[in-house]
């Protein structure tokens, strides 16, 4: 099963303010989900995939016996996640996290251009 996940930024003026929203979308199943969030482009992307596969796990009949294709449109957190770039020190431990999944789960990661990324559907930066 295919599933997206990305990132967009809402307001650019106020840091202060939620100004991104943690996006993933399941286009098979019909699910959308977006939520406000406070973070910087890479940790709101991380928090986006996370983030979607909490939703996997706590919806496992979905998902059950299905491959987990799951596709994003930062290079940098797939190559970070497929282990073939460093990670910065504040990103290991979402890393971490995103790696315990991904033991679980055996869900492959790859990447998506922007434009093409129903998770964001709609929106452009």
């Not at 940790?43 to 706590?58: K, P």
């Not at 990103?91 to 990661?109: C, G, I, Q």
Request: hydrophobic fraction near 35%; include cysteine.
């Amino acid at each position: 099963m295919e599933c997206y996940f990305g990132s967009f930024q809402i307001m650019a003026s106020q840091s202060d303010a939620h100004d991104r929203l943690v996006c993933f979308s399941i286009p098979d199943a019909g699910i959308i989900f977006k939520a406000p969030f406070n973070g910087e482009a890479l940790h709101t992307d991380y928090a986006s995939l996370l983030t979607l596969l909490e939703f996997v796990e706590l919806n496992g009949k979905l998902f059950e016996g299905k491959d987990l294709n799951i596709y994003g449109d930062n290079l940098d957190l797939v190559k970070q996640v497929n282990q073939q770039s460093p990670v910065k020190y504040e990103f290991t431990e979402l890393l971490k996290k995103t790696l315990d999944y991904k033991k679980r789960y055996k869900f492959s990661l790859g990447w998506v251009p922007r434009q093409e990324n129903p998770s964001i559907g709609g929106f452009s930066n």
